[in-house]
């Protein structure tokens, strides 16, 4: 796989290329931005990404079976971010290449079962509980596919070579409050350890003395987590801390998994050193 004029190729040809009119000037990119499509199927979501009334875009669509099409190339904006920023810079569509993985996202339980904004159902092996990071409340989640996953590692690893990458992020990081994709179900930290070589102890890293149970918020009246309770000698990175509670991020998890964050009682962590 390599980029050759600012378009993806695989084993010596162009990815497919659907040309969306949503587009603006020149980009140099500086950082990858991750978002769900929350649409029915990849066909679909390429269809409205190259409709001129959806005013949006992105770079890249890959499919649940890892199928990969180009909307926009990597030289070109891409109408993805929105209001935006990130690491002291707004207005992400300028500084990013945007890439949409084709999932149901937030779902919603219905009686026995697990539906999309679009009444689309899924099983519940499809389905991950959580909450997500800016949420105290669990809800759950449409995962994504391992075949999927794996290649949007290697885009990624190409794209960042290519350009000289800075970052990765989520659209629920650079516009928060706003954004929940791409959720939970997707493994950004996992993925930001082998795309940067970022190491654990970037947080503080500490490990659980005991089963910990992990709650939707700071306190004992917040729901317990799916994964509840962690085993002890899990080892979890600090990302917030209050006066006895901490949000930590759980690493020592299957990567295909998705993220595991939530709030643990601090008295039951002990520093790794």
Known sequence: MR????????DGNAVP????????????PKYLVIHFTAGSSAQGSINWLRNRAAR????????????????????RVAWH??????????????????????????????????C????????????????????????????????????????CQVIIGKYGLHGIAGHDEIAPGRKSDPGPAFPMANFRARLFGRAEDDFPVFRTRTAL?????????????PDSPLQPDTRVEVLEEGDVWRFVNVLNMDPHHGEIQGWVHGKYLERVE
């Open 81 to 114: 971010a929105g209001a935006s920023e990130w690491e002291g810079l707004r207005g992400m569509n300028r500084h990013s290449i945007g890439i949409e993985l084709d999932n149901g996202g937030r779902l919603e339980r219905k009686g026995n079962r697990w």
């Open 17 to 28: 290329f659907a040309q969306s009119p949503n587009v603006g000037g020149v980009l140099e």
């Open 56 to 75: 949006a875009s992105a770079h890249l669509v890959i499919a649940r079976n890892g199928e990969v099409t180009q909307l926009v190339p990597f030289n």
């Open 116 to 155: 999309s904004w679009f009444s689309a159902v899924y099983p519940e092996e499809e389905v991950m509980l959580a909450s997500h990071r800016h949420e105290t409340e669990a809800c759950g989640w449409h995962v994504y596919t391992s075949e999927q996953l794996e290649m949007t590692m290697e885009v």
């Open 213 to 225: 149970n992990i709650r939707t918020g700071a306190g004992i009246e917040y729901e317990r987590l």
């Open 3 to 10: 980029v050759l004029r600012h378009r993806l190729q695989m």
